[in-house]
Nanobody, 115 residues
């Protein structure tokens, strides 16, 4: 069964940066687009950024455009989310997935933006 492991979260001050990583067991990322999601306390999980299989096309939620960058390294089965100019409203648990219907969610990585 595919396992997803997110890492790189932490506590950062507003305006700071973090780089999240999402590693998958096996080579599943080679064949599918990957999506970063986040879930803030008391809110539904929301889409943050997507990247196509080759990495040639990306999309972002309006709330993170210009601040976040999604990238991938298929050779390492890893997808990244570079987050710059972080804001308190970015505080959430961040997850990645390729197919939430069939692939179990990982444990996520907590991002807290606070002074």
């Amino acid at each position: 069964q595919v396992q997803l492991v997110e890492s790189g979260g932490g506590l950062v001050q507003p305006g700071g940066s973090l780089r999240l990583s999402c590693a998958a067991s096996g080579s599943i990322f080679t064949f599918y687009a990957v999506v970063w999601y986040r879930q803030a306390p008391g809110k539904q999980r929301e889409l943050v950024a997507t990247i196509t299989t080759s990495g040639g096309r990306t999309n972002y939620a309006d709330s993170v455009k210009g601040r976040f960058t999604i990238s991938r390294d298929n050779a390492k089965n890893t997808v990244y989310l570079q987050m710059n100019n972080l804001k308190p409203e970015d505080t959430a648990v961040y997850y990645c997935n390729t197919d939430p219907i069939t692939i179990p969610w990982g444990q996520g990585t907590q991002v807290t933006v606070s002074s």
